[in-house]
């Protein structure tokens, strides 16, 4: 087959690239001194912030970093909720990543 007869997709069209096809979801990793509690694809997740009260994230989020006070995280999955307690930490957003770290995390 020559070059010319190569097919070629275009932009946008076709196979989608894997931010296309996560875009409905976003990381969301939980770590504490003891390692990863927690690292799933979600659809949003909801935690508490120390500026503002309580923040809800969702896919595209706007990128962020900010302290968390103790309080609960739920993360939409599937359908369901995931409750965990968390203990004071940070969240960093950036490119649909939720990346959590924090003194505790206890699965409620």
């Known amino acids: 087959m020559r070059h010319e ?3 070629q997709l275009q932009k946008g069209v076709g196979v989608p690239t894997h ?3 996560m875009a409905d979801r976003i990381k969301v990793e939980v770590d504490t001194p003891d390692g990863t509690v927690y690292s799933e ?4 997740v909801v935690l508490q912030g120390l500026k503002g009260g309580m923040k809800t994230i969702v ?3 706007t990128p962020l970093i900010e302290e968390l006070e103790p ?3 739920i993360a939409h ?3 369901h909720k995931d ?3 968390l203990g004071e930490g940070l969240v960093l957003v950036s490119n649909g990543l939720v990346a959590v770290v924090t003194n ?4 409620a």
């Open 59 to 61: 896919p595209d989020n």
């Open 83 to 85: 409750l965990l307690a």
């Open 77 to 79: 999955r599937g359908g």
């Open 104 to 107: 505790k995390a206890i699965a």
């Open 19 to 21: 931010r296309q096809a």
């Open 5 to 7: 007869e190569v097919p």
């Open 71 to 73: 309080g609960e995280m």
């Open 41 to 44: 694809s979600v659809e949003m």
